[in-house]
């Protein structure tokens, strides 16, 4: 079959490898669709980090490795044991694994288990393939009203609606949101399916102030413009905005949080900022601000994503676009340097 590996820096090669088969337990996806994220360009660019040359403890994945963790297909094969999920199925994988044993996973925090690890980042395959095989429980099954196309939108969106309940806001709250990108898109989405009308987007590229406008944005400001903090006093009497949720991740950001939050407002940080950043505790003392992170998404809350997708509270147009193995190469310069939002690889069938 046709795979996508990644074999060390910058060293991603399409080719030829076996087809795998479903263990017992274990469905085998025929990929439709695979999603591209900033954690791919990471590994691609900057690494790779979460997978080496040693065998990670969990899943034993090592390089190459097939890259790939926000898809969707349809069930191939399943192994022996797996009774509820049938051939010819649609489904959408949520791709994380964890041990099941440590403190956090005890805790029913699988997302922050102490091995956690991500199907096509460090695993036995991946979603950039014409085939994966994936535990049972990793599998979700597409209502009838959703496309192959949004269940592979499902895992990035269910990334940006934890950060959304990580900040607690609800009905008639307020919302600073920092970057509209893919996950700041589905902030803004998430925000609204719980309620929330009153949110101003902060981003300075002008290919994605235009995305964000198309999907009916009106509040964007760009920040090498305007005065993001005065903009934020005036819209509030003073008073400033219940939670900023961070899906941009940079020092600049994380700076601005305490002069644009109110008393007791919380700081959301879902992207990881690849610098340090300094801050006086004082600011935070002052208003009582917290600050929080949100990392992946807890248990249950890509199954809710999927019922908000197919419910239409993520629409598609103007900001999802489609390429072929072949646009690959270019597909990721352009994430890279922020020229396009958000790009699904359409995988050719076996």
Known sequence: MIAVRLHGPGDLRVEEVDEPEAAPGEVKIAVAH??????????IFAGP????????????????QIVGHEFAGVVAAVGAGVTDVAVGERVSVEPLY???????CVADLPELC???????????GGGLAQ???VPRAMVHRLPASMSLAEGALAEPMAVAFNGVLRSGVGPGGSALVFGAGPIGTGVVFGLRAVGVSDILLVEPAPARRAAAARLGVADVLDPTSSDVAAEVRRR??????????????VPGTFGLAPAVLRARGRYVGIAVAERAVEFAPWVLARGEIELTGSLGYGPGVFARVLEL?????????GWVEHVDLTEL??????????????VLVDLPAA
């Open 34 to 43: 695979n999603g591209l994220c900033g954690t791919d360009l990471t590994e």
């Open 309 to 317: 997708i197919a419910g239409d509270a993520y629409p598609t147009a």
């Open 329 to 342: 190469p270019a597909a990721l310069e352009d994430l890279r340097h922020g020229r396009r939002m958000k």
């Open 131 to 133: 085939y994966t095989t």
């Open 114 to 124: 102490r091995q956690v690890m991500t199907h096509g980042i460090c695993s036995n």
């Open 49 to 64: 980090r979460a997978c080496t040359a040693v065998p990670h403890p969990l899943t034993g994945g090592v390089l190459p």
């Open 98 to 104: 964890s041990c099941g044993h440590c403190d956090r």
């Open 236 to 249: 509030t009497g003073g008073r400033g905005v219940d939670v900023v949720l961070d899906a941009a991740g």
